[in-house]
């Protein structure tokens, strides 16, 4: 019997479900196989019934029913599973075969798993998606890169599925080699930490320092979403402020306030201090879920721990206006240092990044799914060598504008006692990038002075160091161990 199958699927699990029928609807044979193979059964006699989904009890069935070349999808969790599926499936493939890991998996992981399945004479894909269920199921966001060979025979499905913008563009484009594709997706998950938790400090703002109720956010939010803030994170802000429970109070005021994370934006803030490059809100909105994970500390230290009265006095609507403000060019700041991040890396591993392209894949389908990212691609678009999202005239603009307003709310929150570290640390390192000298000049005399670190003088060249005898009781031998 002639094989049938256009690509396989692995992982019946909410995503793989929803992606196994998104293809479905865009004309595709899907095999859908489980390592748990009542679930196999119990999806095709439910959720995929009526469809042309061919369920698979094995792996050697699995690839018994797929056409050449075999194309082999994993939405599994990241880590050792994905390892273990791979070696599962490699006695059945043959050279030209395709693996695709559509997990979160980690950059490097995917790095190594090219290398070994390339060897073999496979080839292998990691591909970031996002979206959640939903996007999974009617568009998500999908990020590709790995062996370049397999691009040209999974792009058809993959463009398919994928979300599209305005003028039908799908969200999904090739990235680049090795583990380009789930990098991109690490960082977009960083950046969704970001603006998460910069919309949570809005909110908070709101609530603690101006006592509004979630009824009262909604129709502010519900304007934001109109204008230069509309995006995918501030609808779902919206919604779930007007949500109430069965008692007609406020869902979202009995939500325990303990955030948890799975790893993304973690990895995004270390291989930022592996490559010396400071996505500090991004770590912010990291520690702050750390913070807010210390939930019986803090409930004590509130008792013992005393600041001023978080009230924030005058006009309501001036300040919301200044929150908005702040919100938007934080934004800005957490999107250009993401983007530094990513020069930086494709730098490091050799990768070609298209930034404009990328975020257009991010424009639809994806939690950062917003306006703001047209205006992104239109800057790479004028200038592909922009060293700083900030640099770009529209995005310097409309921090010029904002920034009255940002600085205000950051000054009211210190004194109030309210802690906003997302739009702190965006203002502070605006004006870290903005300073033509910063106070690091004596730092590395400090390092000179305590380890003869060596420092670099402005009347001399760059990278000619020099060593200070400060106490006079030194040597005059340097450290060589390490520089800045």
């Known amino acids: 019997m002639q094989p049938t199958g256009d690509i396989a699927l692995i992982g019946l699990a909410v995503m793989g479900q929803n992606l196994i029928l998104n293809m479905n609807d865009h004309g595709y044979t899907v095999v859908a196989y489980n390592r748990t193979v009542s679930k196999v059964d119990d999806f095709l006699n439910k959720e995929a019934k009526g469809t042309k989904v061919i369920g698979?009890?094995?792996?050697?069935?699995?690839?018994?029913?797929?056409?050449?070349?075999?194309?082999?999808?994993?939405?599994?969790?990241?880590?050792?599973?994905?390892?273990?599926?791979?070696?599962?499936?490699?006695?059945?493939?043959?050279?030209?075969?395709?693996?695709?890991?559509?997990?979160?998996?980690?950059?490097?992981?995917?790095?190594?798993?090219?290398?070994?399945?390339?060897a073999k004479g496979l080839l292998y894909i990691g591909t970031g998606v996002s979206g959640g269920?939903?996007?999974?199921?009617?568009?998500?966001?999908?990020?590709?890169?790995?062996?370049?060979?397999?691009?040209?025979?999974?792009?058809?499905?993959?463009?398919?599925?994928?979300?599209?913008?305005?003028?039908?563009?799908?969200?999904?484009?090739?990235?680049?080699?090795?583990?380009?594709?789930?990098?991109?997706?690490?960082?977009?998950?960083?950046?969704?930490?970001?603006?998460?938790?910069?919309?949570?400090?809005?909110?908070?703002?709101?609530?603690?320092?101006?006592?509004?109720?979630?009824?009262?956010?909604?129709?502010?939010?519900?304007?934001?979403?109109?204008?230069?803030?509309?995006?995918?994170?501030?609808?779902?802000?919206?919604?779930?402020?007007?949500?109430?429970?069965?008692?007609?109070?406020?869902?979202?005021e009995k939500i325990l306030d303990t955030a948890g994370q799975k790893g993304t934006g973690k990895w995004t803030v270390?291989?930022?201090?592996?490559?010396?490059?400071?996505?500090?809100?991004?770590?912010?909105?990291?520690?702050?879920?750390?913070?807010?994970?210390?939930?019986?500390?803090?409930?004590?230290?509130?008792?013992?721990?005393?600041?001023?009265?978080?009230?924030?006095?005058?006009?309501?609507?001036?300040?919301?206006?200044?929150?908005?403000?702040?919100?938007?060019?934080?934004?800005?700041?957490?999107?250009?240092?993401?983007y530094m991040l990513m020069r930086t890396a494709a730098n490091e591993y050799k990768w070609n990044l298209n930034y404009g392209g990328i975020a257009l894949m991010w424009r639809g389908g994806c939690i950062i799914r917003s306006r703001f990212l047209g205006k992104i691609k239109e800057a790479f678009d004028n200038n592909p060598k922009l060293t700083n999202l900030m640099l770009d005239n529209y995005f310097r603009g409309e921090?010029?504008?904002?920034?009255?307003?940002?600085?205000?709310?950051?000054?009211?929150?210190?004194?109030?006692?309210?802690?906003?570290?997302?739009?702190?640390?965006a203002l502070a390192f605006y004006d870290q990038y903005r300073a033509e000298r910063l106070p690091a000049n004596l730092l590395q005399a400090q390092r000179d002075y305590f380890g003869a670190h060596t420092y670099e003088r402005i009347d001399q060249p760059r990278g000619q160091f020099s060593h200070t005898n400060w106490t006079g009781r030194g040597g005059l031998v340097a450290s060589g161990t390490y520089t800045v």
């Open 270 to 338: 270390v291989n930022s201090q592996d490559l010396g490059i400071p996505i500090t809100l991004i770590a912010e909105a990291v520690y702050a879920r750390c913070v807010s994970a210390l939930k019986d500390e803090r409930v004590k230290a509130a008792k013992k721990l005393k600041g001023p009265r978080p009230s924030i006095p005058g006009d309501r609507a001036k300040f919301i206006e200044c929150i908005r403000q702040a919100l938007y060019a934080s934004k800005i700041v957490s999107y250009a240092q993401g």
């Open 399 to 425: 921090i010029k504008k904002c920034q009255k307003g940002w600085r205000n709310v950051v000054a009211a929150a210190a004194k109030k006692g309210i802690p906003v570290p997302a739009f702190s640390t």
């Open 56 to 118: 698979a009890h094995s792996i050697p069935e699995m690839v018994s029913l797929l056409k050449r070349p075999r194309r082999v999808m994993l939405m599994v969790k990241a880590g050792a599973a994905v390892d273990e599926f791979i070696e599962q499936i490699i006695p059945h493939l043959e050279p030209g075969d395709i693996i695709i890991d559509g997990g979160n998996s980690l950059f490097e992981d995917t790095n190594r798993r090219v290398t070994a399945l390339e």
């Open 133 to 252: 269920e939903e996007g999974a199921r009617r568009g998500p966001s999908i990020m590709p890169g790995g062996s370049p060979a397999a691009w040209p025979h999974v792009k058809p499905i993959f463009q398919a599925i994928a979300a599209k913008v305005s003028d039908g563009s799908p969200c999904c484009d090739w990235v680049g080699e090795q583990g380009a594709g789930h990098y991109v997706k690490m960082v977009h998950n960083g950046i969704e930490y970001g603006d998460m938790q910069l919309i949570c400090e809005a909110y908070n703002l709101m609530k603690t320092g101006l006592g509004m109720t979630p009824a009262e956010m909604h129709p502010v939010l519900k304007e934001w979403n109109e204008g230069d803030l509309e995006s995918y994170l501030i609808e779902i802000t919206r919604d779930i402020l007007a949500f109430n429970d069965t008692d007609g109070q406020p869902l979202v």
